[in-house]
């Protein structure tokens, strides 16, 4: 084990607030594993909820392990030494349990490295009772766990705050039972929310196409998605201080889940019911973290929905302290919210209409109209904010010629608006190729093509690149096909995945797929249908594949479907359903 990256990751540490670190041998340890670095990761609020969520046990000591930086990946590599924990840097092997936090899918790559660097054996099959438990949870894990189901042993499926306590406990009582591994997993499948991939048989038909996922005996046949009622009884907001994040901010979350219903968002499909913190519970985290001097940075699906949205930003600003915002809508942001987030130095005001035509963005029940953007420069102007930046999405189902020159023609007139309203910095357009995601609407849909968001790329560029104060940057659309493949992946994907990991990542993915006879296009352009057995079908978020099915049918009928409202019952997730609340 090298001493100079011992000495790194203490370093590291001694720069810390706040951070847990327990005697050894009293409490169970638990590596808790973001697979990006540290300066990525501790800008994750989920990942400070399950670290202090774990530590506040009794029995449990979690620290934090993170891929090493990019300069300092070739020296764990050439000296053979496996990823450390922050805290004691143990190596991560020698845990009791391996927890991934995983919020990316170009983050499975990292995951499979992380094992193999670390000494654990990548596939779940061949580890022994001297491995580590390894577990996975966070977006993708709840979304479509079947990529990384050859590598991790069992699956949060939903909340943090409403499985793992249970799973915990299970887990001890199997210690204190004498459980062997695989009575272990047994006995964490029971939990409510903990999948355990092991237990279930994959089945094809003669054409390789996958048919069910067949449960053994004892394991459910479905594995319902926990969240928690009441977000004012579970806390959400910076545990560890640091300056080496990515924002430097004091995160603290308003609510959680979004009823908007936009047909492409894997999250605000996944994350309902839309809940609200308190005001009184947020303002008494806002005083908490007076010791800090660090902006608030409030985090939400869309912060301008907050229904209390303009008294929380005179309660930030009324303690001397500025902030900032995860997203906002264009149709529900205040004056006052933009007039105090320009009174903390914003800068850039980004808004996301994700199409540029008002056809595409019935398609997607986007709710934004022309207006909306326009109203948005008007309060940004006002508040002396010089420069704006849209988000957009290309290669939407159902897209057109038509639409891309919408896209342009509507970026040129923002811009013309934001010049005769005094704003005279820069606009900039921020372009992303659909990726279709499990449990949305679009999750039968083929991901963009290649060829037509090349096409699409350079239409914009050369029409928006004449105006020097617009700036186009466009995500890689070799990079979504890679997304792509992933999000809606099945467990065949495995060992490709192990063996890309160890080689250049996404950029040999398609190669090894290819040396296991698995072709890209069959996960990019699948022919699916309403009956098709879905690689995430034996998971449920709540509602029903028939719903969503619906509401394909209402996009392509241009057909908006209304925000969620109380007392509604459309989707089912607010009816009574098999799981637990907290």
Known sequence: MDHRLRERLRARLAQ????????????????LVYPNTYFVGMSNLGLHIV???????????????????????????????????????????????????ISFEMDYFHVAEMLARSHITPLAADRTAHDPLVIAGGPCATF??????????????????????AMMDAYHAGLHAGDDRAALLQRLSHVHGVYVPAL?????????????LLPQAGAPSRVARQWVEDLDAHPAHTVVITDDTEFSFYLIE???????????????????????????????????????????????AAISDYPEIDALCRSILGEGLSMSVASFRADSVTKELVESLAASGLKTLTIAPEAGSARMRAVINKGIEEHHLFTSVDLGAAAHILNFKLYIMVG???????????????????????????????????????????????????????????????????????????????????????????????RRLGAP??????????????????????SEEGYLSPAWTEETYLPWDHLDMGFSKHYLWQEYERAKALLPTPICFDGCLRCGVCKPAERMTV
């Not at 810390?16 to 590596?31: K, V």
């Not at 202090?52 to 990946?73: G, K, W």
Request: charged residues 25%.
């Open 144 to 165: 479509n766990p079947e990529p990384l189901a050859a590598l991790i042993d069992a699956f949060v499926i939903g909340e943090g705050e409403a499985i793992l306590p």
């Open 200 to 212: 279930y048989t994959p089945a094809y038909d003669a054409a390789g196409h996958l048919t069910a």
């Open 51 to 101: 670290y202090a969520l774990l530590n506040e046990r009794s029995d449990t000591a979690c620290e934090r392990v993170f891929l090493p930086d990019r300069d300092e990946m070739p020296r764990y590599v050439r000296t053979n030494t496996p990823m450390m924990s922050v805290e004691t840097q143990t190596p991560l092997a020698d845990f009791a349990i391996v927890g991934f936090a």
């Open 396 to 490: 939407l189902p159902f897209e057109a010629d038509e639409d891309i020159d919408a896209i342009i023609d509507l970026t040129q007139r923002l811009r013309s608006y934001m010049d005769e309203k005094g704003c005279r910095g820069t606009l900039t357009l921020s372009v992303n190729p659909f990726v279709p995601k499990p449990f949305t609407p679009f999750q039968w849909m083929a991901a963009a093509e290649k060829k037509r968001m090349d096409a699409v790329m350079k239409r914009l560029t050369q029409a928006l690149s004449r105006h020097k104060k617009i700036v186009v940057h466009f995500e890689s659309p070799k990079e979504a096909r890679v997304q792509s493949i992933l999000a809606r992946g099945d």
């Open 254 to 300: 308003t609510a959680r889940g979004c009823g908007r219903h936009c047909r492409f968002c894997m999250a605000g499909y996944c994350f309902r019911r839309p809940r609200n913190r308190s005001l009184a519970v947020i303002e008494g985290e806002v005083r908490d973290a007076l010791a800090y001097g660090k902006k608030i940075g409030l985090m939400g």
């Open 497 to 518: 995945l192990i063996r890309a990991a160890m080689g250049r990542g996404a950029k040999d993915l398609a190669a090894e797929m290819r040396a296991d006879g698995l």
């Open 16 to 31: 810390e607030r706040g951070y847990y670190r327990y005697p050894a041998g009293a409490r169970t340890r638990f590596a």
